[in-house]
């Protein structure tokens, strides 16, 4: 008998999502995921003067803080043809590397791996044998018996006072919890030095961008840092070498820690490589430009299509019309005024707020479509494209984390164990881990072009009379984020916000086709109706944004 | 640095202390009084002061920006010092567990809980915009508040109804202040710096009182100056030394952004005074206008940004135009009218002149 | 003809008259400059602080205002005949009457002409609209001015919103004074010379010439 099991609301995500399964036989047969908060951000924004959008635009999320600020002055500047100065291309490039660390340290430590990590199975735990743990995965220093053992007191402190806080009512104990005492109390260690680490991040991300969540430094025509070496009150190189010791801390952390634990989860957790892939067509943005045009790139981006890595085809620029023809968004299943699918530049936003109707309309979120095709961006998106076009960055660090959970496992795994929920925990922490490094590598490029006596930073927009259409692409923590804009006599006249979070968590379209988190939930194991913890895990995958998603 | 587990640096805040201190304190002190007596009793009842935080209309900066804090850090602050018993960011239930935890809180904890919101609530076509758990956000805040010791409203959203209260205000978007009956502390700002709640949390369980406020609820201790009384450019400022235009040579020299629309004269924060991030920076260090992010409506009053003044309607008339254009065509259509009303009279005394004469 | 003199104006709304033209035309060039400074600069130490000392011009003009405002309520309801409200509002025969010949005679309809001690009705009704002007435009610049005073605050959030509505506001009926002041002395110049009371020279003396009744 196929039971109806209602979450909502899912925690330890941002925003307001529910998610309705139907089980039968202890597995997931039917899945929907429905956002559950409407703002209208894309009717705001009409007729306002498009260089403010971006600060607009910006509170869709403070998770993904400066995303659509990317997106944003980037599609302005597309609709104007407008080229941004290369030190503001490099002062971009490491907004976004430096809040990709925060994001997916955040991510991983606080809403996501008290999935997999039992917190109170941590008081049975030995330190010093967690202490031996530890040092097979990795020569952290934080990794002592004496640390350990005043975690595992601070555990002890806070359950014996009753008031369990954020813990509280949780699924310790879970049948589906399956690491030993030992590696969740090494997990509560790194949750708790996490927010430590990744407090560095939002430090070094402050020091260019004013403050955040929330940047103050972006501008249509470039970034408001000025640079000038011998000032007190601009970029010189003591606020840049203080960005870039913090960078080297957080590294250090992402690559001694985050990618550990991920290995160790994923070789830990064996039996739920299978589980969680859903769709398989992969979408992804090139960024981290390396020229002012946005033509090279440090992140490839493209589309492979039904897992396929030989049906990849590159997305080559920013202009790339492989990609800005084939996007359309389809309201046939959520609470909006009519049925179609449109590209976003003819599109509109007309709420029609309903109820939750499984055969009908059930969501905030609209259907993102490629070639009419429901597409899963993120990290993963991002690997398996990269790994398809022999990326090299890419190979080499996807096959070094390959390895290491197979040697963790104790069985060889390949890239096909990627499509997967565990896949997209390993594919961000490799994301993360290269992101450290072109952090770094475009603190170098700025000072390298700076020590060349470029100081430039901003060229003024100028806005012509008529109509121009500009699309901003940009590839998020949480994937591919596209931002669609007409402008009409220095106005805006139309805004259209494609998120990453919807293509994920978008419904079906008219075409009955379900969205990446449907089509994954379906087939996962659930032991147990009443603690669906195993839904979690997939959703939590994929850092789900709703805020994001629907705007 | 802070570490969270490190037991030297977590001297644990005594109880004890903080009665005393609050007896002492508030014979020196006179505000709210009415709540004091609901807290002193909190703080007695649980070890640590149960707090429930509800998430509406809003994006989660509010709540990023406590990840950002450094003291308390967020480590210590929920493992030390409060109880944070609902907050659907970082708690581990989720779905009707996590409920559970909700309604079990406010019923043991009835009157003794702090409530801190984050978002704005929608109330156009009954509040149907935003849902958790079925119920709106309206229905649950009036759940939920009246059972609260105090209320806290953290975010210009939660204050002011935010960035989606900006017209046309689609959802018909408010702040907690205009649906809760009774004194709301508003923590304004997108989103503000963590410091202002955490100090306004720190001051309450030290005192068991709330610190001043200001007549729209913001503390003082945050919100008491603007922005520019204590800017840095401020110098230049008055020596009239402006940026003209992003990275010109006066934007090099890190001189004053009021001409690119820095809104730091009309901006009650201490973003100036005490900074972002522990990095000493804030908007205009790094050469970026402050766009007004912890005053009423600033969406729609400080816009467009990068102008001088905004282009907000004329009292009455709907029309949205600014100042200057209106005025100079006021005194143009004026001159001109004069110019006229004086010819016409020079005229007919020309004509009348001459029919004099004869 | 035969004129003889009248005394209209009281030393205290001479006073009050100069204060507020004066005050203002100081108020309207800091106003401008202080909304967009016109002079920039790279060089430090030049010791000249424009915009310092443009603000305090300002403040300094903003309490003589402030003060001949004030002069004014109170000779609104102490004044002299002439200087009271009543003598400003079209609320008696005589006072209707007033308005429609003046606009008549504006209009060059009709030259006929009440030989009046006081203001002409229009003139008296757009003087108080001017000083209602004026005592916004006092709350939304002591709002300014005064920003972590309690009581201003108060007044002006209930009044205006956030400070900056109250900037656009003040910014907005400078605009009024200025086109206020060009009518104005253009009015009091063409009556000068259309009428014979002298008006141009009331305001000095508080004396205005009248035809004598035989
Ligand atoms: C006819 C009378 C007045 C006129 C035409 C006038 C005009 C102006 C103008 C144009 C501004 C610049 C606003 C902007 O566009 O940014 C200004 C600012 C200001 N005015 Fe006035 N004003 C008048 C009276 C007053 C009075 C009575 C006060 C009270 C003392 C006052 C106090 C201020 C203050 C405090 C500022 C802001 C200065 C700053 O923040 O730097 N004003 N005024
Ligand atoms: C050349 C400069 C000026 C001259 C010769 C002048 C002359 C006069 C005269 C003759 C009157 C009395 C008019 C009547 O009886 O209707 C008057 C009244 C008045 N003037 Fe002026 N004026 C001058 C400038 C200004 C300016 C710049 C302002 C302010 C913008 C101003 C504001 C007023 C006001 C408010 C009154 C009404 C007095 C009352 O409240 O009863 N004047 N002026
Ligand atoms: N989805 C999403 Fe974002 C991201 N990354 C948006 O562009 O999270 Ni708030
Ligand atoms: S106040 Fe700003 S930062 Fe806070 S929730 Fe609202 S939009 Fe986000
Ligand atoms: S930069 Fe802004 S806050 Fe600072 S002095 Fe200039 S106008 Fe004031
Ligand atoms: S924009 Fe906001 S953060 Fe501070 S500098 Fe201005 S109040
Ligand atoms: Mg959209």
Redesign the pocket.
Known sequence: MAQRITIDPITRIEGHLRVDVEVDGGKVTKAWSSGQMFRGLEIILKGRDPRDAWLFVQRICGVCTTVHALASVRAVENALGLVIPTNAQYIRNMIQSIHALHDHIVHFYALSALDWVDVVSALKADPVATQKLAETLSDWPGNSAKRFAAVKDKVKTLVDSGQLGPFANAYWGHSAMKLPPEANLMAVSHYLEALDYQRKATQALAIISGKNPHIQNLSVGGVTCAINLDNDSTLNMERLYFVKQLVEEVRGFIQQVYLSDVVAVGALYKEWLPYGAGVTNYLAAPDMFLDKEGTKFDLPGGTVMGGDLKTVKPISSLNDKYFKDNVQESIARAWYDGDWSKHPWEESTDPKPGEFNAEGRYTWLKAPRFQGKPMQVGPLAQMVVGYALGHEQIVKNVNGALDRISAVAGVKVGPEILHSTIGRHAARAVRASMMADLALKHWGLLVENVGKGDLEIFNPPVFPKGEQRGVGVHEAPRGLLSHWIVIENGKIKNYQCVVPSTWNAGPRDAKDQMGPYEASLVGNPIADAERPLEVLRTIHSFDPCIACAVH | MADTVNETLVPRLDRRGFLKGCTMAAAALGLSETMVPKLVEAATTAQRPPVVWLHFQECTGCTESLLRASHPDLGRLLLDIISLDYHETVMAAAGHQAEKVLHDTIEKYNGKFVLIVEGAIPTKDNGIYCKIAGKTAMAILAEVAPKAAAVIAIGTCATFGGVQAAAPNPTGSVGVQSLVKGPVVNISGCPPNPIALLGTILHFLTFNRLPALDKLGRPLFAYGR???DH????P??DEGRFVEQFGDEFHKQAY???KVG????ETFANC?AVRFNDVDVWP?SVGH??IGCTEPNFWDTMTPFYERLPNVKIPGSGIIADADSVGKKVLGITAAAVGIHAAVGIGKRLIKGKEDDK | MTYEKKKCWSILLRLYHWGLALSIVFLVTTGIYINGPWSNTMQLGTGLFPMAWMRYTHFVAGYVFTAAVLIRVFLYIFGNAQERITDCLPITGRNIQNLGKTLLQYSYISDAHDERLGHNVLAGLTYLITILAAIFQLASGFFMLFPESATWQGLGVSIFGNQQEARFIHHLLMWWFIIFAVIHVYLVIWNDLTGPEGLVSSIFTGVKFKHKKA
């Open positions: 603007r922005n520019h800017c840095e450019r401020r230049h400022f004053c952004l009021y820095c809104k730091g004269p100036s205009v206008g402050c």
